[in-house]
Each structure stands twice: as C-alpha cells, then as structure tokens.
Nanobody, 127 residues
Framework: QVQLTESGGGLVQAGGSLRLSCAAPGRTFSINNMGWFRQAPGKEREFVAGISWNGGSTLYTDSVKGRFAISRDKAENTVSLQMNSLKTEDSAVYYC????????????????????WGQGTQVTVSS
C-alpha cells in the first residue's frame, strides 16, 4: 500500500514558524481529501487541518485557526501545512493522511476515516 511521506518538522521557539510537506510517491491523490493530524505523548491522535480534493475547502481544528494554513499542489502531488505563531502545545508528531473515498465532501474526519498514513514528522516548540 502507498504510504505518504512527511517532512519539515524540527525544533522551533514559541512564536516561530515551520512548514510541513507531505508527498505521495507513486500515486496521485488529486481526487481525495487530504489531512494533517498530530499526536502528542500520552494523547490520542487528533485532526489538525484538512483540504478538499479540489482545494476549494479547508477545515481546521479550533486551536490552530488563524495560525495554520493547509494547501495542496496537484502538479507536485504534495500537501503542505504552514504553521505560524507556534505554541508549546503544538508540539507533537504530525501525520499526513488521505481519505480513501474520492470526491467526498470535506468534513472533519476521524482518524479511522483516513488511510495511507505516513511515518510522521516531529515538531517540537520550545518556550
């Protein structure tokens, strides 16, 4: 099964920025909604941001609204997450995933709705 690949994580001070990228080698997800999730130690994996298959709709969890921006580049077959004004509570492993059902209307997904999970990229925000 195709696995997505995340990159761009790292260590940053509070208030700083990072840009995460998700690639899909060997397969196009141009007709699938895509999403970013995160999991902090001792916590469940949670939805962060999603983008519809055509890029026309986006969704964010309340805690990142106004700070994070998800985008996709169909030509490059990538999805990005621009994270600004980072807070210590944003520290987590960030995962990219895809909705296996094509052309679905974008709604806030549960982790069980999405597939093709990558290995994740660590984001650490220091105070």
């Amino acid at each position: 099964q195709v696995q997505l690949t995340e990159s761009g994580g790292g260590l940053v001070q509070a208030g700083g920025s990072l840009r995460l990228s998700c690639a899909a080698p060997g397969r196009t997800f141009s007709i699938n909604n895509m999403g970013w999730f995160r999991q902090a130690p001792g916590k469940e994996r949670e939805f962060v941001a999603g983008i519809s298959w055509n890029g026309g709709s986006t969704l964010y969890t309340d805690s990142v609204k106004g700070r994070f921006a998800i985008s996709r580049d169909k030509a490059e077959n990538t999805v990005s997450l621009q994270m600004n004004s980072l807070k210590t509570e944003d520290s987590a492993v960030y995962y990219c995933a895809a909705d296996p059902l094509p052309y679905r209307t974008l709604t806030e997904p549960t982790t069980t709705m999405y597939d093709f999970w990558g290995q994740g990229t660590q984001v650490t925000v220091s105070s």
